[in-house]
């Protein structure tokens, strides 16, 4: 399927980096092709200052099961070299597995679902390229994780507190909490599953992974 890279430039012009910023994208492409056929996919792409992840100076969305965005700072002094390391090929592909789950099961209302969702596409990205996890899905070591582990009855909330959750809104859990937590509770659900199919990667339910979780990091018994 054709991926449509749309350029939207009034506010700031990406012309230096284009060719190299395609590239990595169809790199993206070609190598979750390996594992399963790419969506048909329309991608925004956008030059903006101060709202990407100041350690690598870009950001993703994804806002549907055929629709992600790229936001992009190269004033940003980890841009550059994101740009070659394979940080970008790997921006791309979590928000591509979060389309696939948009498609499929959703990405979810509840915090749970949340959690599982970010943490598959995180753990995805980590299967396709054999690379270790992002910072923000290994800032949160496991006795922090588990001091401010979610109880059942936040787990089922809708609405629940995004930011708080993920970002350490209101100083009452660690800045990227929900991006570790999830990355180590899909950890926990892997390790129930010899060898996951490509299916399985994007429609696993959210129940499977934090039932495996219930025994893991989110156990009150750490030796568990």
Known sequence: MTWHL???EASGDLAPWREKIA??????RTALSQLLPPPSLDVLIQRLPNVVIPQIGMLGRAYRKNLFALTL??????????????????????????????????YGRTLGEA??????????????????PEPWECAVDDATLRKHRPED???????????GWFFGGGGLR???????????????????????????WVDVSADSVLAAGRRGILSSHPDQ
Request: hydrophobic fraction near 35%; aromatic fraction near 12%; include cysteine.
């Open 6 to 8: 749309h350029w939207l």
């Open 23 to 28: 590239t990595e994208i169809e790199g993206a």
């Open 73 to 106: 700072d190269p004033d940003n002094r980890n841009f550059e070299r994101c740009l070659h390391d394979g940080t970008l090929r790997r921006q791309v592909i979590h928000e591509v597995h979060h389309c696939l789950r948009m498609g499929a099961v959703g």
């Open 115 to 132: 959690l599982v969702s970010e943490g598959l596409a995180g753990r995805f990205v980590s299967y396709l390229f054999g690379t270790p």
């Open 153 to 163: 009855a936040d787990l089922v909330a809708s609405p629940y507190d995004h930011k």
């Open 174 to 200: 660690p800045y990227w909490y929900g991006y570790s937590l999830g990355y180590r509770l899909v950890g926990d659900w892997l390790a129930t599953v010899p060898e996951p199919t490509a299916r399985l």
